[in-house]
């Protein structure tokens, strides 16, 4: 069997490796046992996080956003590089994602574990999969109110998974704040260019 390591690389692999890597993961279980509770009460033992911001109001501005969610922008944004390159969003659907971190890289593979696909909310949420430096599960979610307010979401929830991660805890911590935020910008960002 091959190695396939941890999520931390010097080098920026090959997309012939993302491919592989991600192909085994396909078939590795989820790193933690609370799937969905991103829904509601965070498990005990992770530390949670939400954020939201005001996209804006209207229909128009809602489906730009579904549609911003659709094509991933929170993370191309966030200068992550997807394997595959559009992922669909359904349920069962894994991702690779690729990060430069400090002069090396960073993976992390998920798999999508719900989608919500309503008149006035749209979204889903991935879980970790081992070749991730953290374990749990975020939720990505635009919502229109009855108002008309458009909103988009965070929900997360996370420990570490690896060595490295638990080493560097408060940096990690910084890394995934700073991750979100992107994830904020680039979605205000999608939502207004459309």
């Given at each position: 069997?091959?190695?396939?390591?941890?999520?931390?690389?010097?080098?920026?692999?090959?997309?012939?490796?993302?491919?592989?890597?991600?192909?085994?993961?396909?078939?590795?279980?989820l790193?933690?046992?609370?799937?969905?509770?991103?829904?509601?009460i965070?498990?005990?033992?992770?530390?949670?996080?939400?954020?939201?911001?005001?996209?804006?109001?209207?229909?128009?501005?809602?489906?730009?956003?579904?549609?911003?969610?659709?094509?991933?922008?929170a993370?191309?944004?966030?200068?992550?590089?997807?394997?595959?390159?559009?992922?669909?969003?359904?349920?069962?659907?894994?991702?690779?994602?690729?990060?430069?971190?400090?002069?090396?890289?960073?993976t992390?593979?998920?798999?999508?574990?719900?989608?919500?696909?309503?008149?006035?909310?749209?979204g889903?949420?991935?879980?970790?999969?081992?070749?991730?430096?953290?374990?749990?599960?975020?939720?990505?979610m635009?919502?229109?109110?009855?108002?008309?307010?458009?909103?988009?979401?965070?929900?997360?929830?996370?420990?570490?998974?690896?060595?490295?991660?638990?080493?560097?805890?408060?940096?990690?911590?910084?890394?995934?704040?700073?991750?979100?935020?992107?994830?904020?910008?680039?979605?205000?960002?999608?939502?207004?260019?459309?």
């Amino acid at each position: 069997m091959a190695s396939f390591g941890g999520p931390f690389r010097v080098r920026r692999p090959s997309s012939d490796r993302l491919e592989q890597l991600l192909e085994h993961q396909r078939t590795l279980p989820l790193t933690y046992s609370e799937v969905g509770a991103t829904r509601g009460i965070t498990p005990p033992g992770y530390v949670a996080e939400h954020l939201s911001v005001r996209l804006g109001s209207g229909s128009q501005t809602f489906l730009r956003g579904a549609s911003a969610l659709r094509d991933w922008a929170a993370q191309r944004g966030a200068g992550i590089q997807l394997t595959p390159r559009s992922p669909e969003i359904a349920q069962d659907e894994c991702v690779l994602m690729l990060l430069r971190l400090m002069g090396g890289y960073v993976t992390a593979t998920a798999r999508i574990v719900y989608v919500v696909d309503e008149p006035d909310r749209f979204g889903f949420a991935y879980g970790t999969l081992p070749l991730h430096p953290v374990r749990g599960e975020e939720a990505f979610m635009v919502s229109r109110d009855a108002g008309g307010n458009v909103t988009y979401s965070i929900d997360v929830f996370s420990k570490p998974n690896h060595l490295l991660t638990r080493l560097g805890r408060p940096f990690s911590r910084l890394v995934q704040k700073s991750t979100t935020r992107r994830y904020m910008r680039s979605m205000q960002e999608a939502v207004r260019a459309e």
